[in-house]
């Protein structure tokens, strides 16, 4: 006879199931497998419907372009919308150009799925001919919220910001305002309620804990706060993300000349542009394009590249004919031309590393006007230090090999090493700290390809100070150098 089974414990029944976050979850695991296998699209499409919205954008990515198209096609159109939301930018707009091709209402409807703030940087991305076909075939109402989103420029207040908010009026009870929330159809989570009067002027918030807590039968504009922080729809969104970090803002609304509400942006966005100020820095600062991605077209990719690259060849020729003014010199004391590219590549390194930091705190606004000097004597100040350490060392090393390969007076090439290394290393860090200031002065971005212009004159400086020390003391170091 069987035994029977007991019945499940209905305490285990209720227990929730936790996964650990850093782990595979079962969703994932079945992905791969349909992967593995070939599965075809309607059935890989069910199983990325069932993953969270980041990590269904990692498989869209993982997949051909055709092929994450298919996929989309078959998804459910809110699941699709947000794994596009979460896919790199620029593959999510190739995605979405290449679904346009195909089947623009299928596009519009994705987007209208989106944040309007979402939809509006995938459409800023998308080629003007597929991005119009998109918009035709969106509903009229919300083509129209996003046309008027795509005027401001991207990296304005105004194109970070969405029109998705809660909105009440001052003459509503707090019932009929608690109502208003309740039916409202958003998809940025706020703290607050925004207050504007019939013609959209802002005229304050009312924080949400405030609706649950006063009397259903009080006026909002008995419990309105009025103290508002606001931001101009051109304001610059580096100077939005100070904003938010200074004083820890969750949400702001953007407001026009006039006082109208036009949006909100919310700390998420603000994040975003964190990261992307950072990967945009790190990619002008060696010349690459500021929006160019790995999956960027090659034309796009040879576009911004190929003109800073020219610019590099001439930079580096002002290099070549510092060097080519001491020929002779270096003819005569061939261990010259081995030690050169020493003190250029300390000189070089030594100022990265200003560079960095300088950007650093311009980013984050820690470099004001009046500490530009302060600044530049205390990075000069950290080369020369810099400089002699390592000086000291390399001039050490050359004078001991010089003097056990050639004897007599050979040591002295270490001295020339070690001066010209503390003035090549002193140079560096100044002018590392010197040029992303100088560019912000000027109105240019201050990471703009600003590590050619470096390498240029640290190059040029090192090779000067030490040849042109060379030169001066060639009778000096002469015996027994060759």
């Known amino acids: 006879m069987t035994p029977e089974r007991p019945a499940p414990d209905p305490v285990e029944a209720d227990r929730p199931l936790i996964e650990r976050a850093t782990e595979e979850s079962t969703q994932d695991r079945r992905v791969e497998e349909l992967i593995s296998a070939g599965a ?8 990325v419907e069932a993953q969270e919205a980041p990590d269904a954008a990692d498989t869209l990515e993982r997949l051909p372009e055709e092929e994450a198209v298919e996929v989309l096609g078959e998804m459910d159109l809110d699941a699709a919308a947000e794994a596009i939301a979460h896919m790199v930018p620029s593959l999510a707009a190739g995605v979405v150009e290449d679904l346009a091709g195909e089947d623009p209402a299928l596009a519009g409807r994705l987007l209208e799925e989106m944040a309007p703030d979402d939809a509006t940087d995938l459409l800023q991305a998308i080629a003007e ?24 420029p991207e990296d304005s207040a105004g194109g970070m910001m969405t029109t998705d908010y ?66 101009s729809p051109e304001l610059d969104r580096e100077h939005v993300a100070q904003e938010f970090a200074r004083y820890d803002y969750v949400v702001l609304p953007v407001v026009d000349a006039q006082g109208r509400l036009l949006g909100i ?28 991605g790995v ?24 290099a070549a004919m510092v060097v080519l003014q001491f020929e002779g010199l270096i003819a005569e004391i061939a261990v010259l031309a081995v030690l050169m590219p020493v003190i250029a590549n300390q000189a070089g390194n030594a100022g990265q ?32 230090v810099n400089g002699i350490c390592c000086g000291l ?20 090439l270490g001295v020339v090493v070690a001066a010209a290394m503390s003035v090549a290393l002193s140079v560096g860090c100044l002018v590392g700290t010197a040029i992303p ?46």
């Open 40 to 47: 075809e699209a309607p059935v890989l499409a069910e199983a």
């Open 166 to 231: 809660v909105a009440v009026r001052a003459e509503m009870t707090v019932a009929e305002a608690v109502e208003a929330v309740r039916r409202a159809e958003v998809d940025e989570a706020t703290p607050y309620a925004f207050v504007i009067d019939r013609r959209g002027h802002l005229e304050g918030t009312v924080s949400l804990r405030t609706l649950l807590l006063a009397d259903p039968r009080q006026r909002i504009a008995e419990v309105i706060d009025r103290r508002i922080d606001a931001l």
């Open 393 to 412: 060392l390399v001039g050490t090393a050359v004078a001991v090999i010089e003097a056990l390969s050639h004897g007599g007076d050979a040591w002295r």
């Open 129 to 152: 001919d597929r991005r119009s076909r998109i918009l035709e075939a969106m509903a009229t109402g919300r083509a129209t919220r996003l046309r008027e989103l795509l005027r401001h």
């Open 353 to 384: 590393q200003s560079l960095a930091v300088t950007l650093r705190g311009i980013v984050l606004d820690e470099v004001g006007r009046h500490a530009a000097a302060t600044l530049l004597r205390r990075e000069a100040l950290v080369g020369l």
């Open 265 to 292: 942006v919310t700390v998420d966005d603000v994040i975003d542009t964190i990261r992307a100020e950072g990967t945009e820095d790190a990619q002008v600062m060696v010349g690459a394009g500021r929006e160019e």
């Open 437 to 482: 200031i100088l560019l912000r002065r000027l109105g240019a971005d201050p990471a703009t390809a600003s590590t050619i212009f470096l390498t240029m004159v640290t190059d040029s400086m090192s090779f000067l100070t030490f040849l042109g020390l060379a030169s001066l003391m060639s009778g000096w170091i002469g015996v027994g150098a060759g």
């Open 295 to 318: 999956a960027s077209p090659l034309s796009e990719k040879l576009r911004s590249r190929l003109p800073w690259l020219m610019v590099n060849l001439f930079t580096s020729g002002v």
